[in-house]
Structures are given as structure tokens and as C-alpha cells.
């Protein structure tokens, strides 16, 4: 049996969910890039990328992400979740090649038309999925069967 759950607000949060990931991903990208190279065995320059603004507002950005995804697995499934919000890499794309100016070739851009096409088949999808118990449906069939009589005693 299935039930959706979905109502505007929640609809919402999945927008902000598919928004924050790309945004907050391509700030770090572009704070990352004014502060250079990093390598693991120098942390300390991690730790100094935070004084970058790009760089602190896609943290910021990312746990906005994770607080609402988290919200939307509570009230969705996750293979509902994770399909509906995948039209962030179509944000990624985009934000990657009109502001970042990053070079995408038609193969990529045939990758994110079939994300599209993907999400969109998803999207229509019922949002959460609900198990009946076991034996459930026996003693629903149990039920029915019983004359009206003997169901009221």
C-alpha cells in the first residue's frame, strides 16, 4: 500500500534540499580555488581556508543541505529523496558552466538531460512507501469472511 505524504512545505524543503548542495558545493569550489593546492599532510591550510568567505558560507550552505535532507528522509523514502533532489547536479552543471565558466562537453550535457528525464519520472512517483505488518492481510481476509453477526460478538 502506498501513501503520499507530500504537501507544499514539504516540497519546499526538497527544493532547498536540491538548491543548497549545488550552491553551497560551488562556493567551496570557488573558495577553494583562491586559497590553491592543499594537501592532507598540511591541515593547518584547511583550517585557514575557513577565513575564506566563499568557503564559509558553502559550509554554511552544506549543513542548511543536511539539515533539511535530513528532514525529508523523515517523512519520505530515500529512494524518493535522493532521485527527487538529484536535479542538483543540473544546478552543479549550470552554476559550474555560466559562473564558472567550466567547459562541459555534449556527452556531460546528455548525462544531465537523462538526470532530467530521470527525476522527473521520480518526482510523479508516491513519496513514501508504507509495509503492511505481517499477517495483516489475513486477518483483514479473516474479517471480511465472518458474517455480520459473528464480526460484532
Do not use: C
Not at 12 to 21: F, W
Not at 44 to 61: D, E, K, N, R
Not at 145 to 151: D, I, N, V, Y
Amino acid at each position: 500500500m502506498t501513501k503520499s505524504t507530500m504537501t507544499l512545505p514539504r516540497y519546499l524543503v526538497l527544493a532547498v534540499v536540491a538548491v543548497t548542495a549545488p550552491l553551497g558545493d560551488t562556493l567551496l569550489s570557488v573558495g577553494m580555488k583562491q586559497v590553491g593546492p592543499v594537501s592532507l599532510h598540511h591541515l593547518s591550510t584547511l583550517i585557514h581556508a575557513l577565513a575564506v568567505p566563499q568557503v564559509f558560507l558553502g559550509i554554511a550552505l552544506l549543513i542548511g543541505f543536511f539539515a533539511s535532507y535530513l528532514a525529508s528522509l523523515s517523512w519520505a523514502d530515500l529512494t524518493y529523496v535522493l532521485p527527487a533532489t538529484s536535479i542538483g547536479n543540473v544546478i552543479v552543471a549550470l552554476l559550474a558552466r555560466f559562473w564558472r565558466h567550466e567547459q562541459i562537453s555534449a556527452s556531460r550535457w546528455l548525462g544531465i538531460l537523462l538526470i532530467t528525464m530521470a527525476v522527473g519520472f521520480v518526482a510523479q512517483g508516491p513519496s513514501y512507501t508504507e509495509m503492511e505488518k505481517p499477517g495483516a492481510e489475513q486477518a483483514n481476509s479473516d474479517s471480511a469472511a465472518l458474517a455480520p453477526q459473528e464480526r460484532a460478538s
